[in-house]
């Protein structure tokens, strides 16, 4: 039978690189997206691939769809990307994220009980494992008290994934990602930064002080590690903090990038008092990556480097 890889979310962001970074290996690729956020032309050049216009959430639509494929394909790899990726409305309004996020890995789940995948590959976030402060945060770190719903919901994904593939033969494989930039953008503070500063390159509003500091990974780069690690995985459960190899960028050096590519010698940057940007941001995170280097990866990434590689990009994006 023939081979193929589902990927949820796949129109967005990180899944739209993701599916043209897969192509080659699978006889079919298969995305569910219901284009809140993606856009199918992300995908365009992909020739190996079906795509299904709906709401992951939505159990029957989707079941019908995947018991379809069955007959026809091995769903050999699920890569479960959908989720609410704004963090600032889930805040607001705790539906979004139980949906969008818990409720179609639940309904993905049970879509599968049939015939389930030999893989689940799951994009987790650093925000499951809350404010830590100054701490470096491994896999092992604990307990995970996430600060919003959006962390929350990722948490839950994880544990409601993880007690679900014991009456299976399946492989989880659970990556908490940092930051991630490059495009195409949907979202994210390099968007954010620049698409103010189109409108009006007079001044730029941080949201916070500038000084949170995290890490940011290319797209790209996080890509190449997953299809690593997801090779040489030998237990049934596994996680990894995915990183670079530094301990991030300040919002503000961010913030000054941007307006050295969008903004000019007379654009102002404001700051706010407080040291986050809203309810749930969590002000700076240090990873720990030796798990993801004893694993064998041993390329450096750097932050700084990503952002100002990211800015170019996503402004090319905007303007064009
Ligand atoms: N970008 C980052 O920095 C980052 C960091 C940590 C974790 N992640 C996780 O990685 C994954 C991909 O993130 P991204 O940056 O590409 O975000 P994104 O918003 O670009 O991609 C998510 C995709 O899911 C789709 N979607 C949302 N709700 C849906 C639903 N109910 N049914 C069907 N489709 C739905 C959207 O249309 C979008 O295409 C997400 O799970 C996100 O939480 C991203």
Same mark, same amino acid.
């Given at each position: 039978?023939?081979?193929?890889?589902?990927?949820? &979310?796949?129109?967005?962001?990180?899944?739209?690189?993701?599916?043209?970074?897969?192509?080659?290996?699978?006889?079919? !690729?298969?995305?569910?997206?219901?284009?809140?956020?993606?856009?199918?032309?992300?995908?365009?050049?992909?020739?190996?691939?079906?795509?299904?216009?709906?709401?992951?959430?939505?159990?029957?639509?989707?079941?019908?769809?995947?018991?379809?494929?069955?007959?026809?394909?091995?769903?050999?790899?699920?890569?479960? !990307?959908?989720?609410?990726?704004?963090?600032?409305?889930?805040?607001?309004?705790?539906?979004? /994220? !139980?949906?969008?996020?818990?409720?179609?890995?639940?309904?993905?789940?049970?879509?599968?009980?049939?015939?389930?995948?030999?893989?689940?590959?799951?994009?987790?976030?650093? $925000?499951?494992? &809350?404010?830590?402060?100054?701490?470096?945060?491994?896999?092992?770190?604990?307990?995970?008290?996430?600060?919003?719903?959006?962390?929350?919901?990722?948490?839950?994904?994880?544990?409601?994934?993880?007690?679900?593939?014991?009456?299976?033969?399946?492989?989880?494989?659970?990556?908490?990602?940092?930051?991630?930039?490059?495009?195409?953008?949907?979202?994210?503070?390099?968007?954010?930064?620049?698409?103010?500063?189109?409108?009006?390159?007079?001044?730029?509003?941080?949201?916070?002080?500038?000084?949170?500091?995290?890490?940011?990974?290319?797209?790209?780069? !996080?890509?190449?590690?997953?299809?690593?690690?997801?090779?040489?995985?030998?237990?049934?459960?596994?996680?990894?903090?995915?990183?670079?190899?530094?301990?991030?960028?300040?919002?503000? /050096?961010? $913030?000054?990038?941007?307006?050295?590519?969008?903004?000019?010698?007379?654009?102002?940057?404001?700051?706010? /008092?407080?040291?986050?940007?809203?309810? &749930?941001?969590?002000?700076?995170?240090?990873?720990?990556?030796?798990?993801?280097?004893?694993?064998?990866?041993?390329?450096?990434?750097?932050?700084?480097?990503?952002?100002?590689?990211?800015?170019?990009?996503?402004?090319?994006?905007?303007?064009?």
């Amino acid at each position: 039978m023939k081979k193929a890889a589902l990927i949820t &979310g796949g129109a967005g962001f990180i899944g739209s690189n993701l599916i043209k970074a897969l192509t080659k290996s699978f006889d079919q !690729l298969i995305c569910i997206d219901n284009l809140s956020r993606g856009k199918k032309e992300y995908l365009k050049e992909v020739q190996n691939l079906h795509f299904i216009n709906e709401d992951l959430s939505n159990y029957n639509e989707i079941k019908r769809h995947i018991d379809q494929l069955q007959t026809q394909f091995e769903i050999d790899e699920v890569w479960h !990307l959908v989720a609410n990726s704004d963090i600032p409305s889930g805040v607001a309004n705790a539906e979004i /994220d !139980l949906k969008d996020t818990f409720l179609c890995s639940h309904a993905l789940c049970k879509c599968f009980e049939k015939i389930p995948p030999k893989k689940i590959i799951f994009a987790s976030s650093s $925000a499951v494992y &809350g404010d830590m402060g100054d701490a470096l945060i491994d896999e092992k770190s604990a307990p995970l008290f996430p600060i919003s719903n959006y962390g929350a919901m990722k948490l839950a994904s994880e544990a409601y994934l993880s007690a679900w593939i014991e009456k299976t033969k399946s492989k989880l494989i659970i990556f908490r990602f940092p930051n991630v930039v490059g495009t195409p953008a949907t979202h994210g503070v390099i968007y954010d930064f620049l698409r103010r500063l189109i409108k009006d390159k007079r001044s730029l509003q941080v949201l916070g002080n500038g000084f949170q500091m995290k890490p940011y990974l290319l797209c790209d780069d !996080l890509i190449q590690i997953m299809i690593f690690l997801k090779s040489n995985i030998k237990n049934k459960r596994e996680v990894f903090n995915i990183g670079p190899s530094d301990a991030g960028v300040f919002v503000k /050096d961010i $913030a000054k990038t941007a307006c050295e590519i969008a903004g000019d010698s007379e654009t102002t940057i404001n700051y706010e /008092d407080n040291d986050r940007g809203w309810i &749930g941001d969590v002000p700076k995170f240090k990873y720990d990556i030796r798990k993801l280097q004893q694993a064998g990866w041993s390329k450096e990434l750097s932050s700084i480097k990503a952002i100002k590689i990211a800015t170019k990009q996503i402004f090319n994006q905007l303007k064009n």
